[in-house]
């Protein structure tokens, strides 16, 4: 099958060897696995990083998003028959969905929603995942409270931020503040149902006072966390809750003592990557978001339509997501 790969890390995006397409084996379902013929992808943070810091011991398939239709499945498969058409965010101690074909274990897919196309529903597992794992089982909001708190997300307009503030103001009561620096950004994330916004560029404490929040509950940061860290531990009320994604080269927990502000961290593959106990809640969250897209209370957060899924076309993706300048999800389609 075809697959686009990159075996050395660190090659600037503009280099043809930075990814590039070769012929791999098809591969063969284990146990508990699903082999998915790929319809479409998108490309996420985590692809670049490891592009460019990660050495791969032979060519590597990047990409865990995905959605596609699943030709055979494992033996002890139960979930799941062929013919099924899915979305998942993969695991990232596999090979990735940059390919013709995916393997994926069951209990961390779902059915795609059926009222967007494969390429719009490409654009949301990861950071469906994410989002979900950071609002509900890291903060542990509850679904329906919040009634008079606040959330401040730090760069909403990402992918992440996308879903985040959809499922904050349709899941929650809590008043959901997004930031974005350019016009385009704050129109987006006032579009998903931010309830303000706010620009990270500039002093955030006098811009949340003009709006008549002095302090926060919760603040979920998605990006350059240790820039804003400080204002972040000014804005939180005493027992606040920091959640961040991000990877800061460091980040001093002591000034959180004060306050007692509760710091947690959100990764979407530790679930898959230490195979644990609950590692079908994945299954089951995305299962519900598609629920919540075929009801019409949450939207696809496709940006950018990057075309067919060709190392070209990747390499271009690529370069856009490391150039920051990305509104949305890039998502591509068919080989």
Do not use: C
């Not at 390919?99 to 961390?108: G, K, M, W």
């Amino acid at each position: 099958m075809k697959a686009i790969v990159y075996d050395q890390a660190g090659l600037p995006i503009d280099d043809p060897r930075a990814l590039f397409e070769l012929e791999v084996p098809k591969p063969v379902p284990g146990p508990r696995d699903l082999l998915v013929r790929i319809e479409a992808i998108s490309v996420n943070p985590v692809d670049t990083k490891l592009r460019a810091g990660v050495q791969p011991a032979s060519p590597r398939i990047l990409g865990w998003d995905a959605v596609g239709t699943i030709e055979a499945v494992g033996a002890e498969v139960k979930l799941f028959e062929a013919g099924d058409q899915i979305w998942y965010a993969g695991d990232i101690t596999r090979p990735g969905s940059y390919a013709e074909y995916s393997l994926v274990d069951e209990r961390i897919a779902a059915r795609r929603p059926a009222s967007v196309s494969a390429v719009q529903a490409a654009a949301l597992p990861l950071t469906a995942i994410t989002a979900w794992e950071l609002l509900f089982d890291r903060l542990r909001v509850p679904e329906g409270g919040g009634n008079g708190q606040s959330l401040l997300v730090i760069g909403a307009g990402g992918g992440v931020g996308s879903v985040l503030v959809q499922l904050a103001s349709k899941l929650t009561a809590l008043t959901v503040i997004g930031t974005g620096s350019r016009l385009a950004t704050q129109t987006w994330v006032r579009e998903l149902g931010a309830h303000h916004v706010v620009d990270h560029g500039k002093p955030l404490r006098a811009q949340l006072a003009a709006v008549g929040i002095n302090q926060v509950d919760h603040v979920i940061s998605l990006t350059h966390t240790d820039n804003y860290y400080a204002q972040i531990i000014e804005l939180l009320k005493p027992e606040g809750q920091l959640a961040l994604i991000d990877d800061p080269a460091t980040l001093d927990a002591m000034p959180l003592k004060r306050k007692s502000i509760s710091l947690h961290w959100e990764f979407m593959f530790t679930r898959s990557m230490f195979r644990t106990v609950d590692m079908i809640r994945q299954h089951e969250l995305l299962d519900r978001v598609s629920n919540l897209i075929d009801q019409g209370e949450l939207r696809t957060t496709m940006g950018e339509h990057g075309g067919a899924i060709t190392a070209e076309n990747l390499r271009k993706a690529h370069a856009l997501l490391e150039s920051q300048k990305a509104v949305g999800k890039i998502v591509l389609e068919g080989f």
